[in-house]
């Protein structure tokens, strides 16, 4: 995609939803901490079901490594993975204990120290909490990247990097969220609605839907 083009992309999205941000419940950057590793190979909805309910009774790490790992899967047992992640859950409570007060760290390395979190949790947690310019490429993201031609990539970190080199930076900030939220309502794997899309003229997929 040319840079004229990749700057009038983000331009009408930004226009059609000026303050994006994720769709995942929180109040705190512990339980948006929580709430990403709890959303790996789930779904927004079904997390936000869960920690409804999770984070009424365990809104800190204190009170959630009290819960333990059996208390834990009582709140998340309806989501996929639930046993791997109720221990990396309270693992990570443990160390945020431990090594950062309580608190979760604004820096990459600490993040992706945590069990449970890799470089897609770490993005997500410093641009949504902290501020932080970072674009966490999921499977929506990829999609999207590869399909019009933004950022095309055969890996999700060559994707990531593109992002990074040909996203304008006043668009770096909400270009992650502008982006997934593209993939799972309009550039959907299965169905595209291409002829609902913004910006369909400027992407670079010959497949569109009619």
């Given at each position: ?81 639930y ?18 007060g ?11 120290a ?26 929506h ?20 990097a ?22 799972r ?26």
């Amino acid at each position: 995609m040319k840079k004229a083009d990749i700057a009038q992309f983000y331009s009408r999205l930004r226009a059609a939803n000026p303050a994006p941000t994720t769709e995942l419940a929180y109040a705190t950057p512990f339980q948006l901490l929580i709430a990403v590793i709890l959303s790996a190979q789930a779904t927004d909805v079904s997390v936000n079901k869960a920690t409804s309910r999770l984070f009424a009774v365990a809104p800190t790490p204190q009170t959630m490594l009290a819960l333990g790992i059996d208390g834990l899967i009582e709140h998340i047992r309806t989501i996929g993975l639930y046993r791997t992640k109720a221990k990396n859950v309270i693992a990570t409570c443990q160390l945020l204990l431990e090594r950062h007060g309580g608190e979760v760290p604004a820096e990459r390395a600490a993040l992706e120290a945590l069990p449970g979190v890799g470089r897609k949790t770490a993005n997500v947690v410093l641009n949504t909490a902290f501020g932080q310019p970072t674009i966490a490429v999921d499977t929506h993201i990829f999609r999207v990247s590869n399909r019009t031609g933004l950022a095309p990539g055969k890996t999700v970190e060559e994707v990531e990097a593109r992002l990074l080199r040909a996203t304008p930076r006043e668009f770096r900030q909400n270009a992650h969220h502008w982006l997934i939220l593209h993939g799972r309502y309009i550039c959907k794997a299965r169905q595209p609605e291409c002829r609902r899309c913004l910006v369909a003229d400027l992407c670079a997929w010959r497949d569109k839907t009619a």
